[in-house]
C-alpha cells in the first residue's frame, strides 16, 4: 500500500477523511451550517494558541488573514484556506474568496480591493503580505491549483458569482 501523499502546508490526512470533507463542503447544507460557526471557532482557536490551531486546518491548510476594513479603517481578520506556493517564495499564498459558496463576496475581499497590504499568520507566524488580484489566465491557471485542492467549483456554481482569487506575497514591514 502507497503511503498518502502530501499536501501543501502540513501532513496528508487519511485520504478518505479528505473525500468525505470535501463531498461534505460542497453540499449546500454545508454552506448554510458552517458560515455562522467555522470562522468564529478559528478565530478563538487563533487568539487562544497564537495562530498555531486552526480547524480547518486539518483539511485543507489555511492562515489567519488581517486586512484593513474599507468602511471602518479598523483590522479585520478572517480565517481564509491558502495554497502555499513554495514554488515562488516560502511566504506565497493563492486565496479565493469563495464565501462557502453564499450570494456575496466575503468581506475580506473588498477590504483586499482597497487596500491590498494585509498581515498573514501561518502556523503562528505574522508576516506582512501584498495581495494582487488575479486575472485572466493567471486567474485561469490558480483556479485549477486551487479546485485540485477543495472543491471551489461547487461554491462558484451554487453562488452564481466569479470568486475573487487573490496571491499573497511577502511585503517589506
Known amino acids: 500500500m502507497s503511503p498518502s501523499p502530501r ?37 478563538l482557536l487563533h487568539r487562544l494558541t497564537g495562530g498555531r490551531v486552526q480547524v480547518a486546518r486539518w483539511a485543507v491548510p489555511s492562515l489567519m488573514l488581517t486586512t484593513t476594513g474599507r468602511r471602518s479603517g479598523e483590522p479585520r481578520s478572517a480565517p481564509v484556506a491558502c495554497l502555499p506556493e513554495r514554488e515562488r517564495t516560502p511566504r506565497s499564498f493563492l486565496v479565493v474568496g469563495s464565501n462557502f459558496g453564499r450570494e456575496k463576496h466575503p468581506a475580506w475581499t473588498g477590504n483586499l480591493l482597497a487596500a491590498p497590504e494585509a498581515v498573514a499568520n501561518y502556523k503562528g507566524t505574522d508576516f506582512p503580505v501584498r495581495a494582487v488580484l488575479l486575472t485572466g489566465a493567471e ?4 483556479w485549477k491549483r486551487l479546485n485540485a485542492m477543495w472543491p471551489y467549483e461547487s461554491y462558484a456554481a451554487r453562488s452564481g458569482r466569479e470568486p475573487r482569487v487573490f496571491r499573497l506575497v511577502p511585503r517589506e514591514a
Open 139 to 142: 486567474r485561469d491557471e490558480a
Open 7 to 43: 499536501r501543501p502546508g502540513g501532513p496528508a490526512p487519511p485520504p478518505l477523511l479528505l473525500l468525505l470533507a470535501r463531498r461534505a463542503a460542497a453540499a449546500p447544507l454545508f454552506a448554510r451550517l458552517a458560515p455562522p460557526v467555522l470562522p468564529r471557532l478559528d478565530r
